[in-house]
């Protein structure tokens, strides 16, 4: 402080301004020194020795034109936002704890503990960061320089005057300090005062853009939180774009993230926190998800045991079916019912063969049981995946197998006179519907088709 006062009170040439210097010493005994390459002649005293060097200097090279306005004023302020820090080795080398080879540096973002502080930091810090370093430091130093004149304004127009030994003043800030200080809008609303979910996002969206690059890890904590459904696929897009960039690690318990993203990407962890992956799943397989309407894949592969289904209709009445069968609801026993469409069952079990899942399927014969079932499925079956259709090519469709099995309760509950072509092509024509009749008006002796009592009893044996 007093070397700053004796140069404003001097003729305060640039070539004048104060430095410092602080050099450490290593005795002959820190062998560990040579490691970090911190021999050599670079001191003030030139001798040669191991050691580090801080030097705080003033940045002439970039900022001559700067720090020569700035002590121009009647008033000057001290130039602190134009000085540079260099710390080096004695060897002349640049010096800082990242040269460990095992330090890592990292972002985090958790969405499951988002404060206004957290969420909006980042994201107000990039944007001060995306101005040039001349600009930023030009900005601090403004901000410095209309500090010190409110200061000295406050006691002149608006404080008594006061013989105080201390006294009011605002706080000076580095130009960190300063970024900590700013805000920013969105269409007059403070960032502050924006929901978590575009919060979410902006946070991700900083930490990806970062200017600092020594940041090489991303950790980012359950992202759907408090996102819409649109905002999720804006956060994945957004993700997508900054994987080159980053090294990026999600916890998530999205199906929509969990699939775009790629599945041969997910590491799942258990309860037991045994983990496996999926890196051995198809490049095709892996694709198919990206773009797969049906979201139901991570609840599959967090599933411990799955009865996958083909439609709305069977998704409607499994449950019940289950309940009659075994008497409890399917999660009681750690069973998922799963409706995936019949085309991507197999996509489901190559996933199945790689976690040895347990999996029933139950899907239509299609009038040829050999041909679709027996031959279709053989590379898939195993101790841990059955497939179950009926036997009966008349019997080819889910609808068609419950109106033979319960032909005289259908006709007596369902036929009306709106059901000009029969009951049964009523129930082929409307899937959905007639299934959420048979739920509402389920009768004590209604029968279960054989094939899906033996699939909801292979998955979950009564006896076990």
Not at 366 to 391: T, V
């Amino acid at each position: 402080a007093q070397a700053i006062c004796e140069f404003l009170e001097s003729s305060r040439k640039i070539e004048e301004l104060p430095e410092l210097v602080v050099e450490l010493y290593f005795s002959d005994k820190y062998t560990a020194a040579n490691s970090f390459d911190v021999n050599g002649k670079y001191n003030t005293e030139n001798i040669e020795c191991d050691g580090l060097q801080l030097k705080i200097s003033p940045n002439c090279e970039e900022y001559f034109d700067e720090i020569k306005e700035a002590l121009s004023h009647s008033v000057p302020s001290f130039p602190f936002d134009y000085y540079k820090v260099e710390f080096t080795t004695f060897a002349n080398k640049g010096y800082s704890n990242y040269n460990k080879h095992h330090k890592i540096k990292y972002s985090a973002i958790d969405t499951t503990s988002m404060n206004k502080t957290i969420a909006t930091k980042n994201y107000v810090s990039q944007l001060f960061m995306n101005q040039s370093g001349k600009h930023r430091q030009k900005i601090s130093h403004k901000f410095r320089e209309l500090s010190k004149e409110f200061s000295r304004r406050m006691y002149e127009e608006y404080i008594e005057s006061s013989d105080d030994e201390y006294k009011l003043k605002i706080k000076n800030t580095t130009e960190k300090n300063f970024s900590d200080m700013l805000t920013a809008h969105k269409s007059e609303i403070s960032i502050e005062d924006l929901g978590l979910g575009e919060r979410v996002i902006l946070g991700v969206s900083s930490s990806l853009a970062s200017a600092n690059e020594d940041v090489q890890v991303v950790l980012v904590e359950e992202p759907e939180n408090h996102l819409s459904y649109l905002n999720m696929h804006k956060l994945i897009e957004i993700i997508k774009d900054g994987e080159d960039s980053k090294q990026m690690f999600i916890a998530t318990h999205s199906n929509m993230i969990a699939s775009r993203l790629e599945l041969n990407n997910i590491i799942i962890v258990g309860s037991d926190a045994h983990e496996t992956n999926l890196s051995e799943l198809t490049p095709g397989t892996s694709r198919f998800f990206t773009k797969a309407p049906n979201l139901n894949v991570l609840n599959f592969i967090l599933a411990k045991k799955v009865i996958l289904i083909e439609g709305d209709a069977e998704f409607i009445l499994l449950e019940k079916f289950y309940e009659m069968i075994n008497g409890n609801k399917p999660f009681v026993d750690d069973v998922s019912i799963i409706s995936c469409g019949g085309k991507s069952f197999k996509r489901y079990l190559e996933i199945a063969k790689i976690l040895g899942k347990k999996v029933s399927v139950i899907t239509d014969n299609d009038e040829d049981f050999l041909k679709n079932i027996i031959e279709s499925y053989k590379d898939f079956r195993s101790e841990n995946i059955e497939i179950f259709s009926d036997k009966d090519n008349v019997n080819w469709t889910f609808e068609i197998c419950l109106y033979n099995t319960n032909k005289e309760f259908y006709d007596n509950t369902f036929a009306n006179s709106h059901m000009n072509q029969g009951v049964l092509q009523f129930m082929l024509n409307n899937k959905a519907e007639a299934a959420f009749r048979l739920l509402e008006n389920y009768p004590s002796g209604f029968i279960i088709p054989e094939y899906i009592k033996e699939a909801i009893e292979w998955v979950n044996p009564i006896n076990d």
